[in-house]
């Protein structure tokens, strides 16, 4: 598996503000996902985060809106840009491992007012 | 695109078995995983299908049968603890071997 820690764990925003999440890993990794899993919700894939190029958004993500940054192997930030209350959420990183398996870190709850 | 059905919500009684059924349609499957959630925690991985048939992890198991584009769960022995969401993910090689979850089916563990 792999140990993977998210930083804030929670936060309550205002709306129009950002927020950036962090999420490291114990060791370096080629791809870095970042899912989205709304009130009872599944999750749903926000974007691929590799190293050295840019993020690949799944469709109805945009990179104005979720910038992302993969500055080496074992760290990328999500920003949640001009928030709304719809954008109250968790939100989880994760990333693969051996047989392909992809391991989630704790996730960061964010309540937009 | 991808389809991943599976039920809602499951009831089951401590000591009994259950088994929570997914189906899927994709264009290029490439294995198949089952995760579980316990409510305000983040998913961890239970087991991995990518060929036919049954694999065992202890009180948990999981089948495939690619041709029906079926898979299930089985979890035996239900202990309360394993009230929480299974989450059934395709991968697939068409979508560039990204994950897409189904719904996730909620169990809930009755003594």
């Known amino acids: 598996s792999a140990v993977i820690s998210q930083k804030p764990s929670r936060d309550i925003c205002q709306r129009g503000t950002s927020l950036t999440i962090q999420c490291q890993v114990d060791?370096?990794?080629?791809?870095m996902f970042w899912y989205r899993q709304q009130p009872g919700q599944s999750l749903t894939l926000i974007a691929t985060?590799?190293?050295?190029?840019?993020?690949?958004?799944e469709s109805g993500f945009v990179i104005d809106k979720f910038p992302i940054s993969r500055p080496n192997l074992t760290f990328s930030t999500l920003t949640v840009s001009n928030m709304s209350p719809e954008d109250s959420s968790i939100y989880l990183c994760?990333?693969?491992?051996?047989?392909?398996?992809?391991?989630f870190g704790p996730g960061t709850r964010l309540l937009v007012l | 695109g991808q389809n991943i059905d599976q039920p809602t919500e499951m009831t089951a009684t401590e000591g009994a078995i259950v088994q929570i059924n997914c189906t899927y349609q994709?264009?290029?499957?490439?294995?198949l995983f089952w995760y579980q959630q316990h409510a305000g925690e983040a998913p961890t991985f239970l087991s991995y299908?990518?060929?036919?048939g049954l694999e065992e992890k202890g009180r948990f198991s999981s089948f495939l049968s690619r041709s029906k584009g079926y898979s299930y769960l089985l979890l035996k022995e239900l202990q309360m603890k394993d009230s929480a969401s299974y989450l059934c993910?395709?991968?697939?090689?068409?979508?560039?071997?990204?994950?897409?979850f189904g719904g996730g089916t909620r169990v809930l563990v009755k003594p």
């Open positions: 994709t264009s290029g499957f490439n294995g």
């Open positions: 299908n990518v060929l036919d």
């Open positions: 985060a590799n190293q050295g190029s840019e993020a690949t958004y």
């Open positions: 060791s370096q990794v080629t791809m």
């Open positions: 993910a395709v991968r697939d090689k068409a979508a560039g071997n990204k994950l897409t």
């Open positions: 994760s990333v693969e491992r051996r047989a392909e398996t992809q391991y």
